[in-house]
């Protein structure tokens, strides 16, 4: 089984370039998200999904776009790069049939924005 | 809004001694859920333990357990028996009824040989 699929798994973005970070789970999960990890910040949540056609602001959503036009797919765009987005991103689904359900977590995006 | 807070940036144990790393949170709700994930230097995240609000008892996964205080809003983690692969930065999570899933900042755990 493939999991949480992240793709790419590096890039390099000059300021104002946009990008998709793509995030695909084969779990048939309802619930994804998006996270960025900054040393010392821990994770911070920037968007939510708790099934196809529903999405929701985290604790960061701005300067992020995001989009569930499928159960399986959640991808995450950057219109406008800045430096203050250079992170790990990380994209995790659980299953929804209980609020204890554990995260899968992809491998992480390094994003950094000169 | 719901935050959760790791007071200790760093904790050090010794192989085979026990180690607790604490976690706050503030929330008004009563219905919410609790996590402790483990991140390795591999960067994967793994759950180590969960725990519903509306149980009293404390859950535990071997060598895990937690310390859950409903009224102090604390959720702290007790790792015994402590082993080299422990060595890993440790999340406290918290989900609320909306589902939006809050992370603190972390403890990274050292285990000392």
Known sequence: NAGVTQTPKFQVLKTG???????????NHEY???YRQDPGMGLRLIHYSVGAGITDQGE????????RSTTEDFPLRLLSAAPSQTSVYFCASSYQGGRNEKLFFGSGTQLSVL | AQTVTQSQPEMSVQ????VTLSCTYDTSESDYYLFWYKQPPSRQ???VIRQEAYKQQN????????????AAKSFS????????????????????????II???????????
């Open chain 2, 15 to 18: 192989e085979a001694e026990t």
């Open chain 1, 60 to 67: 960061v959503p701005n300067g992020y776009n995001v989009s």
């Open chain 1, 32 to 34: 994804m998200s998006w």
């Open chain 2, 103 to 113: 992370f603190g900042k972390g403890t990274r755990l050292h285990i000392l040989p």
């Open chain 1, 17 to 27: 370039q946009s990008m998709t970070l793509q995030c695909a789970q084969d779990m």
């Open chain 2, 59 to 70: 859950a535990t996964e071997n060598r895990f357990s937690v310390n859950f205080q409903k």
């Open chain 2, 77 to 100: 983690l007790k790792i015994s028996d402590s082993q080299l692969g422990d060595a890993a930065m440790y999340f406290c999570a918290y989900r609320d009824r909306d589902d939006k």
């Open chain 2, 45 to 47: 995240m793994i759950l």
